[in-house]
């Protein structure tokens, strides 16, 4: 069964591999944004299985993202895996408040991807 992604981050070449990696080792449908903004609007008018969200972005960054994903009732139950850069053993209290289903760091490996995906969502 096909599952359906959605990659949000402002890097077009991080989408790019992510969106390969995920189609060549997967066959995951992937749909993509660059802005939490139009995150928001194609995780309303779609049906998802999950969304790789990074947590840095300009405008409206990760975790404003994840708490209007969180608050909409159409979107709220969608598993939601940050990608940062910026994650250290350090800063993992600073995720404890949000409600994500696992941190991937960046960089990734692309081919290994959907293994990890799968791997958090017990499929």
Do not use: H, Y
Request: charged fraction near 25%.
């Amino acid at each position: 069964m096909n599952r359906n992604i959605l990659i949000v981050d402002d890097e077009e070449d991080v989408r790019a591999i992510a969106k390969l990696g995920l189609e060549m080792g997967a066959g995951w449908n992937v749909l993509t944004a660059c802005s939490g903004r139009e995150a928001l609007n194609i995780a309303a008018n779609s049906t998802l299985d999950v969304i790789l969200l990074d947590m840095m972005m300009p405008d409206m960054d990760g975790r404003a993202t994840l708490q209007q994903l969180k608050a909409n009732p159409g979107t709220k139950k969608i598993p939601v895996i940050l990608l940062t850069a910026k994650f250290q053993q350090s800063d993992r209290e600073s995720f404890t408040d949000l409600d994500v289903a696992a941190i991937f760091a960046k960089p990734f490996r692309p081919l290994k991807l959907a293994e990890q995906i799968n791997e958090v969502l017990g499929i």
